[in-house]
């Protein structure tokens, strides 16, 4: 079975105890903000290496590696053979930025747009105009559904429905 298939068949396996679903997804996002954290402090550098490598690299498990390079793979400038990369496969987080910051506003993730890292990448200014043409386009991106009781994404430690989805993520909007 391929990584891909593997990660996608535990982490979307809506018929898995409801908590340790919850707790795989809450520490993915963690290690999900801090690889972007530090990809967007050095954008021009492209990082590469083999999947098992990157893993290494950021301090996380295959499995998680392999969930961040499915959620990366449509900001990327060339996408990776995700579909059938195996852990020595050569893979690349050469990201375009535009894409990758309209992206993470489709998946309706304030804490990853609103990233301070973003701040000296794109002004203010720019920032607004990406997030309103994205949501201009009407495109959603699916990822994991998150339930009102999850834990927040943004790793503040309160419930998603108190957090970040309280009002749906509208940091530029109104
Ligand atoms: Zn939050």
């Given at each position: 079975?391929?990584?891909?298939?593997?990660?996608?068949?535990?982490?979307?396996?809506?018929?898995?105890?409801?908590g340790?679903?919850?707790?795989?997804?809450?520490?993915?996002?963690?290690?999900?903000?801090?690889?972007?954290k530090?990809?967007?402090?050095?954008?021009?550098?492209v990082?590469?290496?083999?999947?098992?490598?990157?893993?290494?690299?950021?301090?996380?498990?295959?499995?998680?590696?392999?969930g961040?390079?499915?959620?990366?793979?449509?900001?990327?400038?060339?996408?990776?053979?995700?579909?059938?990369?195996?852990?020595?496969?050569?893979?690349?987080?050469?990201?375009?930025?535009?894409?990758?910051?309209?992206?993470?506003?489709?998946?309706?993730?304030?804490?990853?747009y609103?990233?301070?890292?973003?701040?000296?990448?794109?002004?203010?200014?720019?920032?607004?105009?990406?997030?309103?043409?994205?949501?201009?386009?009407?495109?959603?991106?699916?990822?994991?559904?998150?339930?009102?009781?999850?834990?927040?994404?943004?790793?503040?430690?309160?419930?998603?429905?108190?957090?970040?989805?309280?009002?749906?993520?509208?940091?530029?909007?109104?």
């Open positions: 079975m391929s990584l891909l298939k593997q990660w996608r068949d535990m982490a979307y396996d809506e018929s898995a105890n409801k340790d679903l919850q707790r795989m997804w809450a520490d993915y996002f963690e290690k999900e903000k801090n690889i972007y530090e990809l967007l402090q050095n954008p021009d550098d990082v590469t290496g083999t999947v098992k490598g990157l893993a290494e690299k950021y301090g996380i498990d295959l499995m998680t590696m392999v961040f390079l499915d959620g990366i793979n449509d900001s990327l400038k060339t996408p990776n053979p995700i579909e059938e990369m195996d852990e020595d496969t050569e893979v690349s987080l050469d990201f375009d930025k535009e894409s990758l910051f309209k992206n993470m506003v489709a998946a309706g993730a304030e804490w990853l609103g990233l301070e890292e973003w701040e000296p990448i794109f002004d203010e200014e720019t920032r607004k105009r990406l997030y309103q043409e994205q949501k201009m386009s009407g495109t959603v991106k699916k990822g994991r559904k998150i339930y009102p009781n999850d834990p927040c994404p943004c790793g503040s430690g309160k419930k998603y429905k108190k957090c970040h989805g309280k009002n749906g993520a509208n940091r530029y909007e109104a």
